[in-house]
């Protein structure tokens, strides 16, 4: 034998015990222990030794007595589990549809009766046992004790005729009970459904391959009819609020008695078929849906709304649609409403006309339709912003489709730019007398909230300016501060080269001011004309020279003015010319009628029409075409001044035939007889405050000129820098570039690219240099 023979390791024998006593015997220790094991099961066991059944298990087990011992146990589990499910399972049967409730209760109280005496046994069992789960069992892969009581609780009480589908009903029924509104005895359920998940087929729990799926689609069912049902019978609010507490009910039943695997599975259920189905219908309920509820400021079931409707997929989607159509409808509203009044105002006016005597009226294009359009658009979207912080948590999306919503319908408005001009000009003028600065930058910074939607800012930025220049040169600015922060604001908005021209409009009144205290100074040094003047010079570029086409015929009193003070300032600044643009200007004279004299405050054309009657008898007329001929003012600003004059709320002159209209063949006399409290009188010119068709359209010819040079200019500096691109490339980045001011048409820079540029044909017929 070799030495390594010698080492090989030697396999460890059991050794047998030796006999003391008695010889064993297979019959008389299985009687034994079959005996007490059915005493554990009667629950017995109190009177019976741990260590005596052990070496019974043991004895039979060591003298190959395994199989024995384990298919003798399985009969016996067996047996007791139809035992007690024949005295306790099947007598609990309900009997009649109206005792389900309750006999379905009774019924999940004696499984886990069942149960609970079963798993009791088989621990002790297992206990007394665990010498055959570690020397035969395991070995022969079978199953441990409690292993194999498990399996023969499936099959011997759950798989038993037709238990499992009583059981599985008696639940469903419970959980439809308590779905009813019924009080159920929620730990009667649990206590059954935790049997269902501890017990397992080819690795699922009974629970999920028995009772889940059948669970899942009676709910299914259920919320199906309810939807329907809730959709007939609840307004908005009330559907809203039944389905949250759906949700909240079905979540407490998953925390309590249910699988926690479930409630996801339930929720989205309730997602599928009691929610998604009606989400277009319940937001859009007659007398109830979401725009009521807006209305009505219901901000707790706003706020219901949109929890639900961002926790299914296509929610948000139908809310952010129902709050665009939403905003959209009630734009219209505001926009239908501000041109309905300027209809209203014209038929107004042309019935008054066609009357012919009583007081002067107001203009057909006021300020209130501006004034009134910006402020309902506020009120809006201060309405809508409420909506979207209070109750849609400032959702990004939301707001998104907001914006969508009120620029769209901002710009339906094809009055809107003019329409914020306005307003601002309103607020400037008097609207922010008294006010806070706080409450200035309030109102400012809602200006410039309509002010982002407004897509044509050139036309905006037209009007703002032409506004602006009437404030500047009449001096009626409330504040030259809250003129400044509104100028900061559109320079943050839009960029410097936006508020380039205006900021130099500023800068010339400043200059102005600075230049007319060294002009006084240089009158002082010498013989002054009679009539003093105060001059704003203004640089042509900065200022919208709309009136440069009026001319007058200036009194020579006046006259020697204007010439005092421009040989002044072109001795000082040699190379420049000025213009003078009479139908800006503005004059205080002194006027004395029967009763007293008074100071009034006219335009410079109502003064030199004035001056006409200055040395006139009183009783002597002049005819229109008197002072046309006079004055050599046209026509429009005549009329317009002579209104102001004779048909105003200050009626210095008296108009023959009385009427509101001037017409060519009126006559006019100063009106001796005048009287008024006020010893200060401004007589405003009649004018209109939003433009007429007629002078839109003539805005609107200017602007798209003024567009053509931006778009080449646009063009040109494209070009500068990238050198070479694709015709398609340049009419993209130059809409690009340019959609900061207004929309271009892509037909309109294609238009000026063949002005700017000279085709070169490269074999594609698509590059431009």
Same mark, same amino acid.
């Given at each position: ?338 041109? &309905? ?89 008097? &609207? ?338």
């Amino acid at each position: 034998m070799s030495a390594s023979a010698s080492r090989r390791p030697q396999k460890k024998q059991i050794k047998v015990p030796k006999k003391y006593g008695p010889e064993f015997s297979v019959d008389n220790t299985w009687a034994q222990l079959s005996n007490n094991i059915r005493e554990i099961q009667h629950n017995n066991a109190h009177n019976l030794s741990f260590e005596e059944n052990h070496r019974y298990g043991y004895n039979m087990v060591l003298n190959r007595q395994g199989n024995t011992l384990y298919n003798g146990l399985k009969d016996l589990v067996r047996e007791h589990l139809k035992e007690l499910a024949d005295a306790n399972i099947f007598p609990a049967f309900p009997v009649s549809e109206e005792q389900q409730t309750h006999e379905g209760e009774m019924l999940l109280k004696a499984l886990r009766k069942v149960w609970d005496d079963h798993t009791s046994s088989m621990i002790k069992i297992g206990q007394i046992l665990k010498y055959m789960d570690r020397v035969f069992v395991k070995p022969n892969g079978l199953l441990e004790t409690w292993d194999l009581g498990l399996d023969l609780f499936i099959k011997n009480i759950i798989k038993r005729d037709r238990i499992q589908g009583v059981l599985i009903t008696a639940i469903l029924n419970q959980v439809r009970y308590e779905r009813e509104g019924f009080p159920v005895n929620q730990a009667a359920v649990q206590s059954c459904i935790d049997v269902f998940l501890r017990l397992r087929i080819d690795d699922i729990t009974v629970y999920k391959r028995e009772l889940e799926p059948v669970l899942l689609e009676q709910t299914k069912a259920f919320y199906q009819a309810e939807g329907k049902t809730l959709v007939q019978s609840c307004d908005a609010p009330q559907f809203l609020k039944k389905v949250e507490r759906r949700f909240e009910e079905e979540d407490s039943r998953a925390h309590h008695y249910l699988a926690s695997s479930t409630a996801p599975a339930i929720r989205q259920i309730l997602k599928d078929h009691l929610l998604t189905p009606h989400l277009s219908e319940v937001i859009a309920m007659p007398g109830s849906g979401l725009d009521i509820m807006i209305d009505t400021d219901k901000i707790k079931e706003l706020k219901r709304l949109y929890r639900l409707y961002n926790s299914v997929p296509t929610g948000l989607t139908v809310l952010r649609k129902a709050l665009k159509d939403s905003i959209s409808r009630r734009g219209k509203v505001i926009n239908d409403h501000t041109l &309905g009044a300027d209809a209203v105002e014209a038929v107004d006016q042309g019935e008054a006309d066609s009357k012919g005597k009583g007081k002067a009226k107001a203009p057909v294009n006021s300020l209130t339709p501006a004034t009134e359009w910006v402020q309902r658009v506020l009120e809006l979207k201060d309405r809508f912003d409420h909506v979207w912080k209070d109750a849609c948590k400032s959702d990004h999306d939301v707001e998104v489709a907001m914006n969508e919503a009120f620029e769209s319908f901002i710009n339906l408005n094809d009055k809107c730019s003019e329409f914020l001009s306005l307003f601002i000009d309103d607020h400037l003028r008097r &609207g922010l007398k008294g006010k806070t600065d706080t409450e200035i930058a309030a109102v400012l910074d809602k200006t410039i909230t309509v002010f982002r939607y407004v897509t044509e800012k050139d036309v905006f930025e037209r009007y703002y300016k032409s506004h602006l220049s009437k404030r500047l040169l009449q001096s009626r600015s409330v504040s030259e501060d809250a003129e400044r922060e509104m100028l900061s604001r559109l320079k943050v908005e839009c960029g410097y080269q936006f508020t380039q021209k205006l900021e130099g409009m500023f800068n010339d009144i400043r200059l102005s001011a600075e230049a007319m205290e060294i002009y006084q100074t240089h009158l002082a040094k010498t013989t002054p004309p009679e009539v003093a003047i105060n001059v704003t010079v203004m640089t042509s570029t900065y200022w919208p020279m709309t009136h440069s086409s009026s001319p007058c015929h200036i009194p020579t009193l006046l006259t020697k003015s204007c010439q005092s003070f421009e040989q002044f300032y072109l001795s000082r600044h040699s190379g420049r010319r000025l213009t003078w643009q009479y139908g800006l200007g503005n004059a205080e004279v002194k006027t004395r009628f029967k009763a007293r004299t008074h100071d009034l405050n006219v335009s410079t054309f109502a003064l030199v029409i004035l001056l006409l009657f200055e040395d006139l008898p009183e009783s002597e007329i002049l005819t229109y075409s008197d002072i046309k001929e006079a004055t050599s003012i046209v026509d429009n600003e005549l009329k317009r001044h002579l209104q102001s004059l004779a048909c105003g709320k200050f009626k210095v002159l008296k108009k023959h035939p009385p009427s509101r209209e001037i017409s060519d063949d009126d006559s006019f006399s100063f009106n001796n007889e005048f009287t008024s409290s006020m010893q200060k009188i401004k007589i405003a010119t009649v004018s209109s405050k939003v433009e007429t068709a007629q002078e839109r359209q003539e805005t609107r010819d200017r602007i798209d000129e003024e567009r053509k040079h931006q778009i080449d200019a646009c063009i040109v500096r494209i070009m500068k820098d990238r050198k070479h691109m694709t015709h398609i490339d340049l009419v993209n980045e130059a809409i690009r570039q340019l959609t900061s001011r207004f929309n271009p048409e892509p037909v309109l820079i294609k238009r000026r690219i063949e002005n700017l540029i000279e085709v070169c044909r490269c074999p594609s017929y698509a590059f431009f240099n």
